[in-house]
């Protein structure tokens, strides 16, 4: 007999959602092949001024995590653009990246032109489309990633190829064995569990998510873009140390809400500063006399990457959760499909 998660999935779930975020691991290893097998041009193996990430939404979100994974140790800025064109700082010694999982994404597609009207060198990640075709009629390398998935899902095919690909033109050192634990984590932790308890506590809520600055932020930002395209619910997110000097102080009004939030902290006690974590003890404290309730959610593994993916996972399942119980689908996003037509009418 099946249980009312069973049967709950089965009424809500039409698309496959669950299954494709239980995967995540799989794709991450499969991921990694991808990468592996690209060679990039011997003229790619260059010191770049900066490296540029363009893509929106479920394609950028890789990019965001790749910055952040890479804080500590990439020797040239790593910058995710997010729009029609690049900054201004963009030229001859970039390294352009443009992701976009459909590949005809338009703030892309002209992020794209921008990139090859300064020169700089560009690598396109897509599963195919119009940013696929120009590529390649434009003699740029192109990383072909596989088609049929909501671009969300694919944050295994939009992240690791690209930690891949820097390693091998020398911006950063090898990380196959990273890679390799954040899968074995991936597939180990008992992630429903817990996201199931996430989902229940925010149910009915405002969530907030807070993060740390350090390596956190990315993951806070995939939460918020999960909760929103899963769940279909609302959320806002913030940092530490920064949150500390201000939204803090906003936790008093408007009173007749202040029942309706629930925090979030996303903790990575083996990689937060000391202090970071002294804030987020502290921080606690004041809100839990404001009586918010605050969800502590601790990430696994001992690299950096499987901490961050431990949360994120935790985060793209938690999201799921919430759907369910907030009975709607969580794979269509409808408003994201109508915006788009809307756009291209224009
Ligand atoms: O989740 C989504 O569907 C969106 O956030 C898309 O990723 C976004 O609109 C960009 O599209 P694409 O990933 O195809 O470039």
């Not at 939030?261 to 003890?281: E, P, S």
């Amino acid at each position: 007999m099946p249980n009312s998660n069973e049967l709950r999935i089965k009424k809500y779930d039409k698309s496959g959602m669950f299954g494709l975020i239980k995967s995540f691991p799989e794709q991450c290893l499969r991921a990694k092949n991808i990468g592996y097998r690209f060679n990039p041009p011997d003229s790619y193996k260059l010191k770049y001024a900066n490296i540029i990430c363009a893509g929106m939404g479920g394609s950028a979100i890789g990019a965001d995590i790749l910055r952040s994974y890479l804080l500590d140790e990439a020797e040239c800025p790593i910058f995710v653009s997010r729009s029609y064109g690049l900054p201004r700082f963009v030229g001859q010694e970039s390294l352009v990246i443009t992701s976009s999982y459909s590949g005809n994404t338009e703030e892309t597609l002209s992020a794209y032109k921008d990139a090859r009207r300064r020169g700089a060198k560009i690598i396109a990640l897509t599963s195919g489309g119009r940013l696929e075709k120009y590529a390649r009629a434009d003699g740029y390398p192109v990383v072909l990633i596989p088609d049929r998935l909501p671009p969300r899902v694919a944050l295994g095919y939009s992240l690791i190829p690209l930690i891949v690909i820097l390693s091998k033109i020398g911006a950063i050192n090898d990380k196959a064995t990273e890679v390799d634990e954040a899968v074995g984590v991936l597939s180990r932790i008992k992630a429903d569990d817990e996201a199931r308890r996430i989902a229940s506590r925010l149910y009915g809520k405002f969530p907030v998510i807070y993060a740390s600055y350090e390596h956190t932020d990315a993951v806070a930002t995939r939460w918020r873009g999960q909760i929103a395209e899963n769940s279909k619910t609302v959320s806002s997110i913030n940092l530490f140390p920064e949150m500390n000097h201000n939204e803090i102080v906003g936790w008093e009004n408007p009173k007749k809400l202040l029942k309706d939030f629930a925090v979030v902290m996303l903790r990575d006690i083996k990689g937060d500063d000391k202090r970071i974590l002294k804030r987020m003890n502290v921080t606690k404290k004041i809100l839990k006399t404001a009586k918010i309730q605050v969800i502590e959610v601790k990430s696994f593994g001992d690299g950096l990457l499987a901490r961050m993916l431990s949360l994120v996972h935790i985060g793209d399942l938690a999201s799921f959760y919430l759907a369910l119980l907030n009975k709607v689908d969580p794979t269509p996003v409808d408003r994201i499909t109508y915006l788009k037509k809307e756009l291209a009418k224009i």
